[in-house]
């Protein structure tokens, strides 16, 4: 069993930045694919981003491409998101999941464990 926990959110205005990490507890990241997902009031969760076991691989969905990066330090089965120049429509509550296997994906189908979210909002 694997249980993540979330952390970093908050308010921030548009253009700020914050760091979100989800460290894992149970069994370790390592080996598996780490993805963040959004959930916006009203929306469908979305994929946000996602890292490759070995971090050799890393993809975006398109409106965060060029803000946001995804890391992982294995060492302390920690995964971040840097977040910058945050945007109102970034304002969702934010999921860090881990992954069925070692192959990065942008399918919540793929992701077996996740954790219970935190929250970031933009004002404008």
């Known amino acids: 069993q694997v249980q993540l926990v979330e952390s970093g959110g908050g308010l921030v205005q548009a253009g700020g930045s914050l760091r979100l990490s989800c460290a894992a507890s149970?069994?370790?990241?390592?080996?598996?694919?780490l993805g963040w997902f959004r959930q916006a009031p009203g929306k469908e969760r979305e994929f946000v981003a996602a890292i490759r076991w070995d971090s050799g691989s890393t993809y975006y969905t398109d409106s965060v491409k060029g803000r946001f990066t995804i890391s992982r330090d294995d060492a302390k089965n920690t995964v971040y998101l840097q977040m910058s120049d945050l945007k109102p429509e970034d304002t969702a509550v934010y999921y860090c999941?881990?992954?069925?296997?070692?192959?990065?994906?942008?399918?919540?189908?793929?992701?077996?464990?996740w954790g219970q979210g935190t929250q970031v909002t933009v004002s404008s």
């Open positions: 149970g069994r370790t990241f390592s080996g598996y694919a």
């Open positions: 999941a881990r992954a069925n296997g070692p192959t990065a994906t942008t399918r919540r189908p793929d992701y077996r464990y």
